[in-house]
């Protein structure tokens, strides 16, 4: 679980060592060392030339110590490696499963089955090269078959985290940002939990739905209500669900973000650099749960709103239909059209996406999914 904490204080024998962020403070001698937030190298007293890691990372600095008498042995058994060792996401990962997506030709929209089908096989492969078994859960739409693939972490436990993303487009268009950014980032996630194995006390189920898209949207035939119904069918313990969509389109630009009413624009930021947890009132202390632990020293602006109800923007997504069931959830989102120029356009390419901050979005997603 991520430790929800600014600092950090290490008791040595009777000197105290109080790491904040990116700086160490000795209080005794009122000197602070600047240092790398996932690297420290610290050097033994009684042996200048035998470092002692602390964490392990590119580019280690390294520092003689300023005190004598603290014995540095056992400082990297005493030091939280989660604070230290922030798990990120790989850009590459995030550009390769972008790029695949938005080349499958023709587009992955409910006309073109197979394209959906070879779409729905790469996910299950890229499901099982984390290491984990996935499994299909069909049902049928306008006479033709269609999967959600799903893949479960801790499937033994009762309570049950639900991550999904939509992996089909609307019309015949690419669907970088919509919606190729947030199935990468579900991929990404995955891979990142079954490698790291985080210590959580619940069950992740990560979905990849199909059907999203019109003119199944708001439909019992949606992918992610045939996933909302089985659990409630199952009498599953649901904690939450996260859905992902649209998480790649940003700009830093002034005045590029817009909003559909001036009272929004006055409250959220006029730069389209952030990212926002989007849910409804109903359920507010999960989505500032989520908000809290995404925003604990994120590389990306993160906010968050709380929409009255989910029959406006609050819910333009998978999670509208696990809120039918009364189960808490929220978006992470880019702002969707609201922001990005090529919604539902041919123009929706893997050009127009920032993967670096894209990157720092699923980094910031890690951290709040294992740290509920």
């Known amino acids: 679980m991520f430790l929800f904490l600014l600092s950090y204080h290490i008791l040595l024998g009777e000197q105290s060592l109080l790491l904040h962020q990116k700086k160490i403070v000795i209080p005794y001698h009122t000197s602070e060392l600047p240092i790398n937030h996932y690297q420290l190298t610290i050097n033994h007293p009684a042996n200048n030339h035998d470092p002692s890691p602390i964490a392990h990372q590119p580019s280690p600095i390294t520092y003689s110590p300023l005190l004598t008498g603290i014995n540095f042995a056992n400082l990297s058994e005493t030091i939280n490696m989660t604070a230290l060792n922030r798990q990120r996401a790989d850009h590459t990962q995030l550009y390769n499963h972008v790029k695949f997506l938005t ?34 859960q069909a049902w049928t739409a306008g006479g033709q078959k269609f999967d959600n693939i799903i893949a479960s972490y801790n499937a033994d436990k009762t309570k049950t985290l639900v991550i999904g993303a939509h992996y089909d487009v609307c019309g015949d268009q690419p669907g970088a940002d919509d ?29 990849a739905y199909c059907l999203e898209e019109p003119p199944f949207f708001a439909t019992r035939e949606m992918g992610s209500y045939v996933h909302a119904k089985s659990l409630h069918d199952e009498q599953r ?13 940003f700009s830093d630009k002034p005045n590029s973000q817009q909003y559909p009413s001036p009272a929004l624009a006055k409250i959220y930021p006029s730069t389209a650099n952030f990212i926002v947890v989007v849910g409804i009132e109903k359920y507010r202390a999960f989505n500032e749960t989520m908000h809290r632990l995404m925003s604990a020293d994120s590389g990306i602006d993160v906010q968050v709103i709380s929409f009255p109800a989910g029959n406006s923007l609050a819910g333009l997504s998978d999670h509208r239909n696990y809120w039918e069931f009364g189960y808490p959830a929220l978006m992470i989102n880019d702002t969707s059209f609201v922001r990005n120029p090529h919604y539902h356009q041919k123009t929706d390419t893997i050009e127009t996406l920032d993967f670096p901050k894209m990157t720092e979005v699923v980094t910031s997603a890690y951290q709040a999914i294992t740290g509920l």
């Open 103 to 136: 080349t499958v030709n023709p587009p992955r929209n409910y006309a073109n089955v197979r394209s959906l089908e070879h779409t729905a096989s790469y996910i299950h492969a890229q499901f099982h090269a984390s290491g984990v078994q996935p499994h299909r």
């Open 179 to 207: 919606n190729a950014s947030a199935v990468a980032g579900l991929l990404e996630l995955a891979r990142m939990v079954f490698a790291h194995r985080p210590k959580v006390d619940y069950r992740i189920d990560f979905v």
């Open 237 to 249: 313990e649901v904690m939450g669900m996260v859905c992902l969509e649209m998480i790649g389109y």
